[in-house]
C-alpha cells in the first residue's frame, strides 16, 4: 500500500500523513506546510529561492543528485523517404542526382510554356 505524501508548499518536502500544517489565506487558498519552521518564514514572505534548506534552493543551484529527478529520454525523429503522389522514389532520387544546371534549364523550360 502506498502513502500518500504532500509536498510543502514553501520548502518542496515530502509531509507524511499526521504531519504538516494547513494554512488557509484570507482568499482562501490553501497551502500545505511541513512545520513551524517553513509556517513561518512562509507567513515572513521570505523567498524559498534564498534559503539554503529549502528544496527550491538546492534545485536552483544544482545540488541536489541525480537520483532526485531522472530525465525523460526524448525520441529521436528517424528520417524515413517515401513516394509522393504522382512520382516514384527512383524518379526522386534520378532528379535529385542530375546536375543543378540541367534542373535550372528544364525549370525555364516549363516556365517558357506557361
Known amino acids: 500500500m502506498a502513502i500518500k505524501t504532500e509536498?510543502?508548499?514553501f520548502?518542496?518536502?515530502?509531509?507524511?500523513?499526521?504531519?504538516?500544517?494547513r494554512y488557509v489565506r484570507v482568499d482562501s487558498k490553501l497551502f500545505i506546510l511541513l512545520n513551524g519552521k517553513s509556517l513561518s518564514a512562509f507567513k515572513?514572505?521570505?523567498?524559498?529561492?534564498?534559503?539554503?534548506w529549502t528544496l527550491f534552493y538546492r534545485r536552483l543551484?544544482?545540488?541536489t543528485g541525480v537520483e532526485e529527478t531522472q530525465k525523460s529520454k526524448t525520441r529521436r525523429s528517424t528520417k524515413f523517404q517515401r513516394a509522393i503522389?504522382?512520382?516514384?522514389?527512383?524518379?526522386?532520387n534520378k532528379k535529385r542526382t542530375e546536375p543543378e544546371q540541367t534542373r535550372q534549364a528544364a525549370r525555364e523550360a516549363a516556365l517558357r510554356e506557361v
Open 7 to 9: 509536498t510543502c508548499a
Open 11 to 21: 520548502s518542496g518536502l515530502k509531509i507524511y500523513p499526521g504531519h504538516g500544517v
Open 44 to 52: 515572513f514572505k521570505r523567498n524559498p529561492r534564498k534559503i539554503q
Open 85 to 92: 503522389v504522382g512520382a516514384t522514389l527512383e524518379t526522386i
Open 61 to 63: 543551484r544544482k545540488k
